[in-house]
Every structure is written in C-alpha cells, then in structure tokens.
C-alpha cells in the first residue's frame, strides 16, 4: 500500500541550511507536499510540488523531488529558531486523499 | 476571512458519553476530512467527503460517525465504542487546482 517515510527528529544551529528528507511509494502521486505543524495547533501548507518538476522555490524553502527513487526533499535556508516545528510530507493518491509521513521534528538550537 | 474554524479548542468528556466536534469552513470547497493524531505520530484519516450527502469511512473509521448535510460543516461524533478516544482531532479542506488542503486549528479531546 502506499506508504510514507520520513527521518523522527533534526537538530541545526540557527543560521545553518536544514534539509529534511522523505521516501515515497506511490508512483501515480500527482502533487507532493510539505506541511508545518507548531505546538498544538493545526499543520500549515508552506509548499507543494508537481510531480513532473524536479524543483521548486520558495523564498527560503528549496523543494527537490527525485521521481525515480521517489524521495522528496525541504531545504530550509538560514534557518531561524520559528523554524522550529514539526514538518509532515505528503502525497496525492488517485481517490483525492493525502498520505501523510510521522513527521520531522526540527529543532533549532540558538 | 477564510478559512477553517474547529470548536471547541479543548473538549473533556466522561467516559461513555459520546460528543461532537464541529468543523466550518467558508472557503467554499466540496471535500472536507477529518484526522486523528496521537503524541510523536503521524496524522491518520478518520473520514472524508467529496461532496455534500455523501461520505466515506478512513483507515480509523470504527467509533466515529460524521455528517455532510451542508458544504461549509463537516461535524464528528465520538462514540462510546471508540476505546481510545483521547487525542487531537483535526479537520482539513481541499479544493485549490493542487488539491492541497487546508486545516483547522484542531480540538484537544481528553476523555477522563
């Protein structure tokens, strides 16, 4: 079935480049995305991607998608300490819905 | 402003009872959901529905049942059959060209 994995935890110094990493097993996703969820509130869409780009870019989000081995990543430039969340992948199925992965937890250290 | 609204933001309940969370939104799109999460966890589909009248059970459907009388509610009711209720409740929309989707601010149910 299909399945999501990401990497539990990620620890960078503010300032520094962080990239979080996720696998994926549905080949037919159309769109991929990257979610943000801070302390007791609801996941935020910070950026999706199409999955006949290889990149996208955001300000300081890069997105980069490798089709082949299905692996998807964010990479966060100049990472602040608001940075600091849980960060979910995501992808589009045929019926509509999202697989979500567990979740990064990114901790940026001052 | 759009957006998605959940209330409440905490629930506590006895055991056995059940309860109903509400989820509204005005961004006017068809497909509604709801997900479940637990601590450290990812997010699991409780049910979802594409069009109003119409729902399908997720991957946890068993003690929840949900309605879709109009297009903006999508409420969920937590029965006395589900054995592990406690948890973090969150409703999401979709209906943009990506079909992304957007979330509620969750509800906190703790049932004591």
């Known amino acids: 079935g299909e399945d999501v994995e990401q990497s539990l935890f990620l620890s960078v110094r503010e300032g520094d480049s962080s990239v979080i990493n996720c696998t994926y097993t549905d080949s037919s996703s159309t769109y991929l995305y990257w979610y943000k969820q801070e302390p007791g509130a609801g996941l935020q869409l910070l950026t999706y991607?199409?999955?006949?780009?290889d990149m996208k870019q955001d300000q300081r989000l890069t997105v980069l998608l490798n089709k082949k081995d299905k692996h998807l990543s964010l990479r966060i430039a100049d990472t602040q300490t608001g940075d600091s969340a849980i960060y979910f992948c995501?992808?589009?199925?045929?019926?509509?819905?999202?697989?979500f992965g567990q979740g990064t937890t990114l901790q940026v250290k001052p | 402003d759009g957006g998605i609204t959940q209330s409440p933001k905490y629930l506590f309940r006895k055991e056995g009872q059940n309860v109903t969370l509400s989820c509204e939104q005005n961004?006017?799109?068809?497909?509604m959901y709801w997900y479940r999460q637990d601590p450290g966890q990812g997010l699991r589909l409780i049910y979802y529905?594409?069009?109003?009248?119409?729902?399908q059970k997720g991957d946890i459907a068993e003690g929840y049942s949900v309605s879709r009388e109009k297009k903006e509610s999508f409420p969920l009711t937590v029965t006395s059959a589900q054995k592990n209720p406690t948890a973090f409740y969150l409703c999401a929309s979709s209906g943009g060209l990506a079909n992304e989707q957007f979330f509620g601010p969750g509800t906190r149910l703790t049932v004591l």
């Open positions: 991607i199409f999955s006949n780009m």
């Open positions: 995501a992808e589009s199925i045929y019926t509509g819905k999202l697989i």
């Open positions: 529905s594409q069009i109003v009248n119409d729902f």
């Open positions: 961004l006017n799109h068809d497909a």
